[in-house]
């Protein structure tokens, strides 16, 4: 009697747990996420090249459009007069090429 009581806290224990605890073992709340607030958008209004690293004689990895819509991830100050931003072009992760260049650098 004492094990069946024993194996019916720990059933119990082992279903009825886990829906009150969060996910990955941290409860945060929206308020401490500040994801949305940190986020910049861009939209380019000249063609501009997206660099591999924050110098002009990087290796260029592509050409940016006019109206092209970029996230800036971060701002580099290289000289007084020369500041690059880290950013990411906007795509669709799972309909786009996962070989696409998504994320350089532009000289603001």
Not at 20 to 43: C, D, M, R, V, Y
Not at 92 to 108: Q, R, S
């Amino acid at each position: 009697m004492n094990n069946l009581l024993k194996n019916f806290c720990l059933i119990s224990f082992a279903l009825i747990a886990p829906i009150t605890l969060p996910a990955g073992g941290i409860q945060k709340s929206l308020i401490q996420n500040n994801f949305s607030h940190k986020t910049k958008e861009i939209i380019l209004i000249s063609n501009t090249f997206l660099y591999s690293f924050p110098e002009s004689n990087a290796k260029e990895l592509l050409v940016l459009n006019v109206g092209t819509t970029l996230s800036v991830m971060r701002n580099w100050k290289v000289m007084k007069n020369e500041i690059w931003a880290r950013v990411e072009l906007a795509s669709n992760k799972i309909l786009d090429d996962p070989n696409k260049v998504t994320k350089g650098w532009i000289k603001m």
